[in-house]
């Protein structure tokens, strides 16, 4: 059973860094793509950042330039480095598996509803 453990999320300023951790259980994460999601209270769903099996990357327009996925097989973890975060950042976040492109996954976040685990919350204070 696929299962995710996300972690990493706290309090930070305005300017302020995070990486969060998405650790995989139950399969072997380097033979999926592994996508971040978040949503804020009242806002739709976002693909924030996805990543392939062959290391390809997507980004949403949001977060480009400040945000870094990376995978750490022997780890079974994908991580988020979050850097310049900012106010509207300021979301639960969280991970999930698939084997499509990271841009679709990213573009379709609903589809991963249920299946992703409890989330990891980032604050940014203005």
């Known amino acids: 059973q696929f299962q995710f453990v996300e972690s990493g999320g706290d309090l930070v300023q305005f300017g302020g860094s995070l990486r969060l951790s998405c650790r995989a259980s139950?399969?072997?994460?380097?033979?999926?793509?592994i996508g971040w999601f978040r949503r804020a209270p009242g806002k739709e769903y976002e693909g924030v950042s996805c990543?392939?099996?062959?290391?390809?990357?997507f980004y949403a327009d949001s977060v480009k330039g400040r945000f870094t996925i990376s995978r750490h097989t022997t780890q079974n973890t994908v991580y988020l480095q979050m850097n310049n975060l900012k106010p509207e950042d300021t979301d639960v976040y969280y991970c999930?598996?698939?084997?499509?492109?990271?841009?679709?996954?990213?573009?379709?976040?609903?589809?991963?509803?249920?299946?992703w685990g409890q989330g990891t919350r980032v604050t940014v204070s203005s």
């Open positions: 999930a598996a698939d084997l499509t492109t990271p841009q679709t996954m990213c573009s379709k976040p609903e589809r991963y509803l249920g299946v």
């Open positions: 139950g399969f072997s994460s380097e033979y999926y793509g």
């Open positions: 990543i392939s099996i062959d290391g390809s990357t």
